[in-house]
């Protein structure tokens, strides 16, 4: 069975950082592309990174702050977030299709998991 649990939300001012953790189990981590993507208020969910094999892509909105990496033998994908900015605000979810390929389509995702918030404010 695919789980996925995020943890490592919070508030934080501008110009902070945080460290999301997305905890895996039902699947190889080091196998199949594993996605983060946000929610804003307001908006659609919106892809944010990917990370697959030693390969990563980010959205250019997020590019040169946000870095994916993986503890394959922890079973978990780290989403680090520096110079994070209000417009960054946003419920994260990681998720998967258990594909070898990135995708930046949350509709065609199958697997998420249940997202964590966090809130950019001074």
């Known amino acids: 069975q695919v789980q996925l649990v995020e943890s490592g939300g919070g508030l934080v001012q501008p110009g902070g950082s945080l460290r999301l953790s997305c905890a895996a189990s039902g699947f190889s981590v080091d196998y199949y592309a594993i996605n983060w993507f946000r929610q804003a208020p307001g908006k659609e969910r919106e892809w944010v990174s990917c990370?697959?094999?030693?390969?990563?892509y980010y959205a250019d909105s997020v590019k040169g702050r946000f870095t994916v990496s993986r503890d394959n033998g922890e079973k978990t994908v780290y989403l680090q977030m520096n110079s994070l900015k209000p417009e960054d605000t946003a419920v994260y979810y990681c998720?998967?299709?258990?594909?070898?390929?990135?995708?930046?389509?949350?509709?065609?995702?199958?697997?998420w998991g249940q997202g964590t918030q966090v809130t950019v404010s001074s």
């Open positions: 990370a697959l094999d030693r390969r990563t």
């Open positions: 998720a998967t299709s258990l594909f070898r390929t990135c995708t930046s389509s949350a509709s065609s995702t199958r697997y």
